[in-house]
């Protein structure tokens, strides 16, 4: 895993951190990403992945390249990319990083106090936190 490969959008107002199983793919193949404030209109399938209104669009024919150079029987489509984790969202959402760690800030006072509440607690929240996620349609979300 490459962590803490932190990608802007094109408009600059978001970013996310970015998972890459494997390190295979370098971050370039992630060509563009979009928030939901400078997405465009309409989006291309065969090279861009949709998730609740952010954008991914991929150099699909060097990942290509990429796995075939792997000898990897698949076919490089923004659906595989991402579902299989080469380039995705680091968490199950943009975001996820901070919130993880804001949680853990929040909760911490508890470790002293008490550790089976404070491990009780973030598991809870995390699971309503995901809960969350896959309610508004998250696309990793779903999977879990
Ligand atoms: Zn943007």
Redesign the pocket.
């Known amino acids: 895993m490459c962590l803490n490969l932190r990608r802007?959008?094109?408009?600059?107002?978001?970013s996310t951190y970015l998972s890459c199983r494997d390190n295979l793919l370098p971050g370039e193949i992630l060509l563009n990403?979009?928030?939901?404030?400078?997405?465009p209109d309409s989006t291309e399938e065969d090279t861009m992945l949709q998730d609740c209104g952010w954008v991914l669009e991929y150099d699909v024919e060097r990942a290509q390249a990429y796995f075939d150079l792997k000898s990897m029987q698949v076919r490089a489509t923004p659906g595989f990319i991402f579902d299989a984790g080469y380039l995705s969202w680091q968490g199950l959402a943009p975001g996820d990083q901070e919130i993880n760690t804001r949680l853990h800030q929040r909760l911490a006072p508890l470790i002293k106090q008490d550790l089976a509440l404070y491990l009780q607690s973030l598991r809870a929240e995390w699971v309503a936190h995901v809960a969350q996620l896959k309610a508004a349609g998250w696309r990793k979300a779903q999977a879990t």
């Open positions: 802007f959008c094109v408009c600059g107002r978001n990403l979009f928030c939901p404030e400078c997405r």
